[in-house]
């Protein structure tokens, strides 16, 4: 196999069902008593049926165009994940019209632009928490005419002239649906799949989001490509908990659950979202790194609290199934599952896992090892907003946690500006891309070459294999003083792998040695300062502690030791606060954004290359109820080379 | 709703209500009136009689003297578990769940007394509509489970929970009742900021979109001024003040009253009120 991918000739002719909508009228009529969605309301499952999920669509549908949504109007969507938002997502692109998700924890700022850029007509929020936010903005967003709710709880005492409830909306599609039977197959009829049909904002790590435009026969084409390769059918279950305004939940709850009839299950609450997963059992899931990781912590901290014969008995499952996944022997993995592995996956709710994947940035070989050894088939996929999505996937069977595998069927590849390492930027092109950006004409032009080529702003190269590396953003590329290239993230990503790290921000760009701002887990740290008998206050008050600084040093000489001697961290602090994306820090899928990060702890850097041991904060952090604490802490900088640089005289020099 | 405030007669009097444990008077002719749909507070410093009040509504105390009406009629001496028949729920200072039951179990407790079924029609589960009866009451219950957000604590032990939560499951157990009036002691005691305002929406929406009457004691003055439509005030077992919150905070009485207690009467407790009570 040809890692450039093979030309795009060969590729089957544009499908009859070219939108959504189609799918779905296609689906109802040959498979109107399968099961589409399942909702967990009021304690128990609630299913819809293909053709209950076509009803609603069309009910719905009819009601947008009543209150006047055309083609090519833009339709606003905030709210949790719930059948609401996927059959308000149809009925717009039954009407013709643009859908554009808003992540849920949006902050207003960030709605009103995305709501202005778009020029949203209307507005599909899901209940109050929502409701609120959009009436808070008032006339900043003077063009939105129509706020349609689909929770009446608490929004009844709004006089707001705007507002509409969902299911008023709908008794006048059905109205419109006796009137006029003829009336939405005409409508889904009328939709092309050359035409627009979502927006879907770009993870911007800087500034505004740009809105990439991507149209419903280009997003079902790729599907198909996706499937080819990982395919999924009407035997699969899909829990949605990925936020809807992504494009691979777009991907997943729509694109693929439509064109595969994959069922997509809904959990109740967020809270309960781990309980309801392992009661659906799904055989496919992707999940953020940091939830990987997460989930990864999780079990550890758990084991940490477990009687020593538990202890005991998870060490020796690990062992074994680190021995099974070296090996490959079967017999091996089924001494791994007999011990503990079975009944891990069980508790996580991943026994019926066919496939699972990660995306959205790297995750740490050793969270891969971890679950790999698990037994769960993990992935690494990578790709854009703009390429509508992953692209490239692992391989079954050939999975290298260094790489991010081969693209899908009829994807190119290439690396431009390479160096002698053939490290250069990730270019790509494919058939079924974005159109543009909405309404940005010259970022358009900037990312996208005159032939097609859609430059990533990634940094990687191709492995011996024939895989795709990806190590970083080309600009976050950094280097020495000293001259030594290195990777912030895969460094970082290696720190994270400890439980008691949570964030790290590895520094030095142009600097003359490495250095780190790390964040502990607390949930972690604070059981183990627990059982050490330390107290503490706060988080603040815990991060200061000389003995948490003492397991902080020994974790990160630990990655140390793993790392070639110039890219090892030399000194490190630990904040007095997580990382926040209400901060800005992060961005809404929790990449790290380093400009910010630069500007905000700039004098804390400043003070850590200046060699000064120990550094005064007084700050104020606003919560997110709104409340300000004022923050008065004494943060430490342990250096880690200082002793071995006395000793050995260590190239890199003493600062300041 | 709105409409009811105000309206016809008032769904629970106390008139001259005086209630003394042997030298000790409680409360020396208390009367207050509380129209159907209102929500009232009663406020007053440690000691003044507010929780006494509250359990001669609730029939847990036998008042000395004076007459407890609830909705037209006289329930003075009717007995606490009656009063729970007839439509009053509550909550307590102290929480008082049944702590090795499930959250579900405890709100089920709620539903007790509309239970048709007894222990001899109850076994034979599919006959008697033992089996009907259990599913509605159910899904009662996952509607105010819904309500109060208790979804990801269903199945849990009640006692493992944190101390905002286990209010919440009290109240829940409270409103499982269905009870026309619900008294609420000290709902927000303990709570952090954002146990505080969940709460507190809680309590308003229960009053505003369900058209429950409130009675409720608490604390935290900006709690009470912000969601009141009236407020008592007590002192030494007697009414000092009545009347809408901003009438309240302007009662040279009431002033006085919080005030004495940061000159000393050791009610260090309430100094905190003091402060915020004569700023305005």
């Given at each position: 196999m040809s890692t450039a991918?093979?030309?795009?000739?060969?590729?089957?002719?544009a499908p009859v069902a070219d939108t959504l909508p189609k799918l779905l009228a296609r689906n109802a009529a040959a498979h109107p008593h399968d099961v589409a969605l399942r909702e967990k309301d009021l304690g128990i499952w609630r299913a819809y049926t293909w053709a209950d999920y076509h009803a609603q669509v069309k009910r719905r549908a009819l009601g947008l165009s009543a209150i006047g949504i055309e083609r090519g109007d833009v339709v606003g969507l905030l709210g949790d994940n719930r059948p609401s938002w996927v059959i308000s997502e149809l009925a717009a692109h039954a009407c013709g019209a643009l859908s554009l998700g808003i992540y849920r924890d949006a902050l207003d700022e960030e709605v009103a632009y995305l709501i202005n850029h778009a020029d949203v007509r209307i507005v599909l929020a899901e209940d109050e928490e929502q409701v609120d936010k959009l009436l808070r903005l008032g006339d900043r967003i003077p063009g939105v005419e129509r706020i349609i709710y689909s929770d009446p709880r608490g929004v009844r005492k709004y006089?707001?002239?705007?507002?509409?409830?969902?299911?008023?909306?709908?008794?006048?599609?059905?109205?419109?649906?006796?009137?006029?039977?003829?009336?939405?197959?005409?409508?889904?009829?009328?939709?092309?799949?050359?035409?627009?049909?979502?927006?879907?904002?770009?993870?911007?790590?800087?500034?505004?989001?740009?809105?990439?435009?991507?149209?419903?026969?280009?997003?079902?084409?790729?599907?198909?490509?996706?499937?080819?390769?990982?395919?999924?059918?009407?035997?699969?279950?899909?829990?949605?908990?990925?936020?809807?305004?992504?494009?691979?939940?777009?991907?997943?709850?729509?694109?693929?659950?439509?064109?595969?009839?994959?069922?997509?299950?809904?959990?109740?609450?967020?809270?309960?979202?781990?309980?309801?997963?392992?009661?659906?059992?799904?055989?496919?899931?992707?999940?953020?790194?940091?939830?990987?990781?997460?989930?990864?912590?999780?079990?550890?901290?758990?084991?940490?609290?477990?009687?020593?014969?538990?202890?005991?008995?998870?060490?020796?499952?690990?062992?074994?199934?680190?021995?099974?996944?070296?090996?490959?022997?079967?017999?091996?993995?089924?001494?791994?599952?007999?011990?503990?592995?079975r009944a891990l996956r069980d508790r996580l709710g991943f026994s019926r896992l066919r496939s699972a994947a990660t995306g959205g940035a790297a995750l740490g070989p050793d969270t891969f090892r971890f679950f790999q050894a698990l037994g769960v088939p993990l992935r690494q996929l990578y790709g854009q907003t703009e390429l509508a999505g992953a692209y490239t996937i692992h391989r079954p069977g050939e999975v290298d946690f260094d790489t991010v595998g081969t693209p899908f069927d009829g994807v190119e590849v290439r690396i431009d500006d390479a160096d002698a390492n053939g490290v250069g930027e990730i270019v790509t092109r494919h058939p079924n891309m974005f159109l543009g950006y909405y309404k940005n004409e010259a970022a358009t032009?900037?990312?996208?070459?005159?032939?097609?080529?859609?430059?990533?702003?990634?940094?990687?190269?191709?492995?011996?294999?024939?895989?795709?590396?990806?190590?970083?953003?080309?600009?976050?590329?950094?280097?020495?003083?000293?001259?030594?290239?290195?990777?912030?993230?895969?460094?970082?990503?290696?720190?994270?792998?400890?439980?008691?790290?949570?964030?790290?921000?590895?520094?030095?760009?142009?600097?003359?040695?490495?250095?780190?701002?790390?964040?502990?887990?607390?949930?972690?740290?604070?059981?183990?300062?627990?059982?050490?008998?330390?107290?503490?206050?706060?988080?603040?008050?815990?991060?200061?502690?000389?003995?948490?600084?003492?397991?902080?040093?020994?974790?990160?000489?630990?990655?140390?030791?793993?790392?070639?001697?110039?890219?090892?961290?030399?000194?490190?602090?630990?904040?007095?606060?997580?990382?926040?994306?209400?901060?800005?820090?992060?961005?809404?899928?929790?990449?790290?954004?380093?400009?910010?990060?630069?500007?905000?702890?700039?004098?804390?850097?400043?003070?850590?290359?200046?060699?000064?041991?120990?550094?005064?904060?007084?700050?104020?952090?606003t919560f997110q109820d709104g409340t300000r604490q004022r923050v008065r802490t004494r943060l430490k900088t342990v250096d880690l080379v200082q002793a071995a640089r006395a000793a050995l005289r260590s190239p890199l020099g003493a600062p300041g | 709703m709105s409409p009811l405030y105000g309206t016809g007669t008032p769904l629970l009097e106390l008139s001259r209500v005086s209630l003394r444990f042997g030298g000790v008077k409680a409360l020396t002719e208390v009367t207050l009136s509380v129209p159907a749909g209102d929500l009232f507070s009663i406020i007053g410093p440690n000691g003044a009689g507010k929780t006494s009040a509250l359990n001669c509504i609730s029939g847990r105390y036998a008042p000395t003297s004076g007459r407890v009406m609830f909705d037209g009629r006289d329930i003075t001496d009717v007995a606490p578990y009656r009063r729970a028949a007839i439509g009053i729920g509550r909550t307590f200072q102290n929480l008082a769940l049944f702590g090795h039951m499930t959250v579900l179990d405890n709100i089920l407790v709620g539903r007790h007394h509309l239970l048709r079924n007894n222990f001899v029609a109850g076994p034979i589960y599919w006959f008697t509509g033992a089996c009907r009866e259990e599913l509605a009451h159910r899904a009662k219950v996952e509607e105010i489970i819904d309500f109060l957000d208790l979804q990801h604590v269903r199945k849990a032990i009640a006692g493992t929970l944190s101390y905002g939560l286990r209010k919440r499951v009290e109240l829940a157990r409270a409103i499982a009742l269905e009870p026309k009036l619900l008294l609420l002691d000290e709902p927000m005691a303990g709570m952090n900021l954002e146990e505080k305002e969940d709460m507190a929406r809680y309590i308003v929406e229960l009053n505003e979109e369900r058209g429950m009457t409130v009675v409720m004691i608490e604390h935290d003055m900006a709690v009470v001024m912000d969601m009141s439509k009236r407020v008592l005030v007590l002192d030494f077992g007697r009414t000092i003040a009545e009347g809408s919150p901003a009438e309240v905070l302007d009662d040279a009485q009431v002033a006085r009253a919080y005030l004495g207690a940061a000159e000393g009467f050791g009610r260090n407790a309430e100094m905190g009120v003091a402060t915020e009570i004569a700023a305005p």
């Open positions: 991918a093979t030309p795009l000739r060969d590729l089957a002719p006089t707001d002239p705007r507002l509409i409830v969902a299911s008023a909306l709908d008794r006048v599609g059905d109205e419109i649906a006796l009137q006029r039977p003829e009336r939405y197959d005409e409508l889904v009829r009328a939709t092309s799949g050359d035409d627009a049909a979502i927006l879907c904002t770009t993870s911007g790590t800087s500034s505004n989001p740009k809105l990439a435009v991507l149209s419903a026969g280009r997003l079902i084409r790729h599907c198909e490509s996706y499937l080819r390769v990982d395919p999924k059918g009407p035997q699969d279950e899909y829990v949605s908990v990925l936020p809807l305004p992504w494009i691979m939940e777009q991907v997943y709850a729509l694109g693929q659950a439509l064109i595969a009839r994959m069922r997509v299950n809904f959990v109740e609450e967020s809270g309960t979202t781990m309980a309801d997963m392992r009661e659906i059992g799904p055989t496919f899931i992707l999940l953020a790194p940091r939830v990987w990781e997460q989930i990864a912590a999780d079990v550890r901290a758990r084991v940490m609290d477990a009687s020593p014969l538990k202890r005991f008995v998870f060490r020796l499952g690990v062992r074994l199934g680190e021995a099974a996944l070296k090996s490959g022997a079967k017999g091996a993995r089924a001494l791994a599952d007999l011990v503990l592995m032009r900037t990312s996208v070459l005159a032939d097609g080529w859609m430059k990533t702003g990634d940094a990687g190269y191709f492995g011996a294999s024939g895989e795709l590396v990806v190590i970083d953003r080309v600009h976050d590329l950094a280097t020495t003083s000293l001259g030594q290239r290195f990777s912030p993230q895969y460094i970082e990503n290696k720190l994270k792998f400890s439980p008691y790290v949570a964030e790290a921000v590895i520094l030095g760009d142009e600097r003359p040695y490495l250095a780190a701002l790390v964040c502990i887990r607390f949930s972690i740290v604070s059981k183990w300062a627990e059982r050490h008998r330390i107290p503490f206050t706060t988080y603040a008050d815990l991060a200061a502690k000389p003995q948490v600084h003492d397991l902080l040093r020994q974790e990160i000489e630990t990655v140390n030791a793993s790392l070639p001697e110039p890219q090892r961290v030399c000194k490190f602090l630990l904040l007095y606060k997580e990382l926040d994306a209400d901060d800005g820090e992060l961005t809404r899928t929790r990449k790290v954004r380093r400009a910010v990060i630069n500007e905000k702890y700039a004098d804390l850097i400043e003070a850590i290359y200046a060699g000064q041991p120990e550094i005064g904060v007084d700050t104020m952090i | -």
